[in-house]
C-alpha cells in the first residue's frame, strides 16, 4: 500500500500538522491545502479517516465551511501522549501551561487579588503572545483545568489547586536535578544532594521516606515505604559504572532486616555487566531492583511513577 494511503499514515499526519496550525498563528494551512500537498483530493481513504475523527473518536471538529478543522482538546492531548506533536513546541506548551496554572493558582490564592483574569492579563504576566496563551487556555479548560466565566475570563478551577502544587514541586525537583547535573562538586557531596533529593521525589510520588537512616553499624541512604512494602535504597552518582562489591553491599544491608520487600540500587552512572549478573544471581534470595540513569530522569520529568518502574523491574 502507498503510504501516503494508509489509514494511519493520514491519521498522524492530520494530527500533526492541525496541531502545528493550532498553536504557531506563523503556519497559513487549513485542511485543504493539507489534503492537497498529500495529494488526497479524490482519496476516499481520507475522508472515511476524517469521519471517524470527527465524528467517533472527537479528536477534530469543524471550525468553518471551508476545509477549517481544528483539534479539540482531546485531539491535542492525543497528539502530545503519542509523540505526535512536534517536540519543540510541545514543551513550549508545556511551560506556558504550568505558568498559566501557576499564576491562576496564585491570584486565587490572594484573598486581595482578583481571581478571575482575561486572556491578555494573562498573556501580559508571561510575557508570551496572545494567541499562543489562549491556544494553550482551549485545551486547560477542555480539561477543566481552568474555568472560562461567561465574562471570557479565567480562573483556576478549585479542584486541581492540589494537582497544581504537586506541579510545583515537581518543577521544584527538576530544577534542582539539573542544578546537580551541571554542579562542579565532589562525588561523595553529590551522592548526599541526591539521595535528599531522591527522598523527595518519592514522597511526592505517594510513598513515606526516612532518609540518612543510621543504625550501630551501617547507614542506609533512604527507606521508603507505602503500607507493609518496605524498600531499602542506596543512591550512587559516581563516574563510574557501579560493581558487583555495591550490590554486595545493599545485599547485606538486606540479609540483616526482616520485613524488608527488597533493596533499589539508584545510579546516575549505569552498571558493569558483573553488578547485573551478581543482581540476577541473587534474584531467588533477594530482590535488587537497578534504576538507571534514564529511569532517574524519567522519574524526575514525570514521565514515569515510581510505583510503575518497580513493578516494571
Known amino acids: ?22 498553536f504557531d498563528q506563523t503556519i497559513r494551512k487549513n485542511l485543504n491545502t493539507i489534503r492537497n500537498q498529500e495529494n488526497w483530493d479524490d482519496d476516499p481513504v481520507f475522508f472515511k479517516v476524517l469521519d ?28 502530545e501522549k503519542l509523540g505526535i506533536a512536534q517536540k519543540d513546541l510541545l514543551e513550549t506548551n508545556q511551560t506556558i501551561r504550568t505558568c498559566i ?28 503572545e496572545i494567541h499562543i496563551v489562549q491556544a494553550n487556555l482551549f485545551f486547560l479548560t477542555g480539561g477543566y483545568f481552568v474555568l472560562q466565566k461567561r465574562s471570557g475570563r479565567y480562573s483556576i478551577n478549585p479542584k486541581f489547586i ?34 535528599k533529593l531522591f527522598a523527595r521525589l518519592a514522597e511526592l510520588h505517594g510513598w513515606s521516606q526516612e532518609e540518612s537512616v543510621k543504625t550501630k553499624y551501617e547507614e542506609i541512604d533512604v527507606i521508603i515505604f507505602k503500607g507493609r512494602e518496605y524498600y531499602l535504597i542506596e543512591n550512587k552518582w559516581e563516574k563510574e559504572s557501579i560493581q558487583p562489591s555495591v550490590v554486595g553491599v545493599l545485599e547485606s544491608k538486606l540479609n540483616d532486616r526482616a520485613g524488608i520487600r527488597g533493596g533499589i540500587l539508584v545510579s546516575m552512572s549505569g552498571y558493569t555487566s558483573g553488578a547485573e549478573k551478581k543482581v540476577s544471581n541473587l534474584s531467588n534470595k533477594q530482590l535488587i531492583l537497578l534504576f538507571g540513569p534514564n ?10 511513577k515510581l510505583d510503575e518502574l518497580i513493578d516494571l523491574k
Not at 479528536?59 to 471551508?66: E, F, H, S, V, Y
Not at 506541579?167 to 557531596?189: A, S, V
Not at 529511569?295 to 514515569?304: I, N, Q, W, Y
Open 1 to 22: 500500500m502507498n503510504e501516503t494511503l494508509d489509514p494511519e499514515y493520514i491519521r498522524k499526519t492530520i494530527i500533526r500538522e492541525l496541531y502545528a496550525i493550532h
Open 52 to 79: 471517524q475523527m470527527d465524528r467517533d473518536e472527537r479528536l477534530i471538529r469543524t471550525q468553518t465551511l471551508m476545509g477549517g478543522y481544528k483539534l479539540t482538546p482531546k485531539g491535542i492531548d492525543h497528539a
Open 101 to 128: 496554572l501557576d499564576h491562576l493558582t496564585d491570584v486565587y490564592e490572594d484573598i486581595d487579588s482578583k481571581s478571575e483574569l482575561s486572556v491578555e492579563e494573562i498573556a501580559s504576566k508571561l510575557k508570551r
Open 162 to 195: 492540589d494537582h497544581v502544587k504537586k506541579w510545583r514541586i515537581q518543577n521544584e525537583l527538576i530544577n534542582e536535578f539539573e542544578r546537580l547535573k551541571n554542579q562542579k562538586t565532589n562525588p561523595q557531596k553529590r551522592g548526599r544532594e541526591f539521595q
Open 295 to 304: 529511569d532517574v530522569k524519567a522519574l524526575f520529568k514525570g514521565e514515569s
